[in-house]
Structures are given as structure tokens and as C-alpha cells.
Nanobody, 130 residues
């Protein structure tokens, strides 16, 4: 049974940092592409960063250079380190797994669209406010 459980969200001032974690179970990281998405009220769910079997990564333009996606294949945890946070980063953040593809090269977009991901966590809220 595939499960994803996010944690680490919270409230921080602009310029602050947070690290999100996603504990995964029911599959091997070597068989998946994993990603972080976010959704603000009234907005569509959008990809933030993705990582594949080999550790190759991709980022949305809005977070490039500020966010880092990593994974621990032994502990089965996906991370999103966020620095220099901006008010516009406020959203519910979700981790997701695509168990059909395991390389980012299989997708046509740098950060795969949410339609490709079959498994989702429940989300963790990030609020950036002064």
C-alpha cells in the first residue's frame, strides 16, 4: 500500500527557511519519480520540484535557486529545502509519486504535470507572512 505523509510546514517571515519532509512507504524510490507540488487558494496545483531514480532534479522557474529537492533512499524520505521564502510561496504543499516512470527524461515538461502522479500525500501548509 503506497503512502506519503508530509510534515514540516509552518509560518515563517519573508526571507525565512523551512524544510519539508515526506515519509514514503509501499514502494522503492528507485522505481519512481517523486515531486513536490503546491496549491494556493483559488489557484491550480502546480509543480515545484521533481527528482527521479538517479537523483536528477528539475525546478519550477519561480523557485529555482531557492528550493532544493532531495531524497533519502534508505530512510524513504523526500525533502524540500526552502530558503529565501517569499509571500507568494504561501500554499499547501503536497508530495507525490509516479510509479509508472522513474526518469525525468520520460516527461515532456521540466517539472511533470500533476496528471502524471498517481499517489499523493495529504499536504502541509506553508505560510510566509510578516
Amino acid at each position: 500500500q503506497v503512502q506519503l505523509l508530509e510534515s514540516g510546514g509552518g509560518a515563517v517571515p519573508p526571507g525565512g527557511s523551512l524544510t519539508l519532509s515526506c515519509a514514503t512507504s509501499g514502494f522503492h524510490h528507485s522505481s519512481a519519480v517523486m515531486a513536490w507540488f503546491r496549491q494556493a487558494p483559488g489557484r491550480r496545483r502546480a509543480g515545484v520540484a521533481a527528482i527521479d531514480r538517479d537523483g536528477c532534479t528539475s525546478y519550477a522557474n519561480a523557485v529555482e535557486g531557492r528550493f532544493t529537492i532531495t531524497k533519502d533512499d534508505v530512510k524513504n524520505i523526500l525533502y524540500l529545502q526552502m530558503t529565501d521564502l517569499k509571500v507568494e510561496d504561501s500554499a499547501m504543499y503536497y508530495c507525490a509519486a509516479d510509479l509508472i516512470r522513474n526518469l525525468l527524461s520520460y516527461y515532456s515538461d521540466p517539472v511533470p504535470d500533476k496528471i502524471n502522479f498517481e499517489y499523493w500525500g495529504q499536504g502541509t501548509q506553508v505560510t510566509v507572512s510578516s
